[in-house]
């Protein structure tokens, strides 16, 4: 467990409205306060339209019209897993894979080792010359993930990274990243609608409220690891995120 680790990212009092030209302004999230720590895997749970998705761009860098503050820790590398793997098409996996590094100057020859190495961590030997149209829906994300991890991240975030694929690849996918996460020790930050998908992952679950989303509670998952699904304690705890979610008013 990583819930006594020090916060890296410490979100207070966010809050994000939308402008939208002659209609007032949507306001989606409100008040948001809670914490991040280092080598946690967080999740984010909430009802649909919560602004969970939202959050994650304000807590990327990526949208910083909100109200509050967002304190990170000196020198924190990110990267981030997107839901419709955003892959470029007329890029090969490893083209793909190594783009950052490219778009960061790296050399040539460390951007072929470093690709080489994600790839075998995520399964991917042997397609490093096709193209994503030549892909599945679970190799593709297996490329979001590399391209993601590639970059050496502190704080990787994912934006219901699995919601796209079949259950089964879902499964394996989700065995695969507690696999690297337990290897790598950064700190993850999902976005998911699922609360089993919670369970079975994260230390600590933020229940969000319906929109304006706003903090309900964060719960502590304490189950230990590897996590057994078929456990009451395990049934248990997904009833509780699940009636926290539903009753989200």
Known sequence: MTTNSEPIITVQNVSKTF???GRAGETVLSEVNFDIRRSEFLTLIGPSGCGKSTLLRLLAGLDRKFTGTITRSPGLKISLVFQNFALFSWLTVEENI???LRMNGQNEGLI??????????????????????ELSGGMKQRVGLARAMVMDPDVLYMDEP??????????????????????????IVLVTHLVDEAVELSDRVVVFSARPGTVKEVIVNDLPRPRQLREQKFYTLADRLENLVVTNN
């Open 98 to 100: 190594g783009f950052g």
């Open 162 to 187: 699995f919601s796209a694929l079949d259950a089964f690849t879902a499964k394996t996918l989700r065995a695969d990243l507690l696999k690297i996460w337990q290897q790598r020790r950064m700190t």
């Open 112 to 133: 072929k080792k470093r690709v080489a190495e994600e790839m075998k961590l995520v399964g991917l030997e042997g397609f490093g010359n096709k193209h994503p149209k």
């Open 19 to 21: 402008q939208i030209y």
